[in-house]
């Protein structure tokens, strides 16, 4: 069985910085691209940030390029994402996701897992 489990998430004032985790269980890990999307209240669930098996390739939104980092270590089973300088509108739950075959995609319908996600609020 397929287990993805978020941490990490929390209230930070704006500027302020966090890193969430994603440590899946019951799959390859290092032969998955695992991806980050967000969904604020009465939005659709929107990309993030992706990484490929291997860790050798990233993609972000433009909304988070610069700010955010994706990253993965294998060794450990885990996939990161470390936000900086964060805004009010980055405020959402943030769900982490796997992908089979290693290359990312920014397309949710791509991703065959999925984690139960983290509230991310950052206050003004």
């Known amino acids: 069985q397929v287990q993805l489990v978020e941490s990490g998430g929390g209230l930070v004032q704006a500027g302020g910085s966090l890193r969430l985790s994603c440590a899946p269980s019951?799959?390859?890990?290092?032969?998955?691209?695992m991806g980050w999307f967000r969904q604020a209240p009465g939005t659709d669930r929107e990309f993030v940030a992706a990484i490929s098996g291997s860790g050798r390739s990233t993609y972000y939104a433009d909304s988070v390029k610069g700010r955010f980092t994706i990253s993965r270590d294998n060794a450990k089973n885990t996939v990161y994402l470390q936000m900086n300088s964060l805004k009010p509108e980055d405020t959402a739950v943030y769900y982490c996701?796997?992908?089979?075959?290693?290359?990312?995609?920014?397309?949710?319908?791509?991703?065959?897992?999925w984690g139960q996600g983290t509230q991310v609020t950052v206050s003004s």
């Open positions: 996701a796997a992908r089979g075959g290693g290359v990312y995609s920014i397309r949710r319908r791509d991703y065959n897992f």
């Open positions: 019951g799959l390859t890990f290092s032969t998955n691209a």
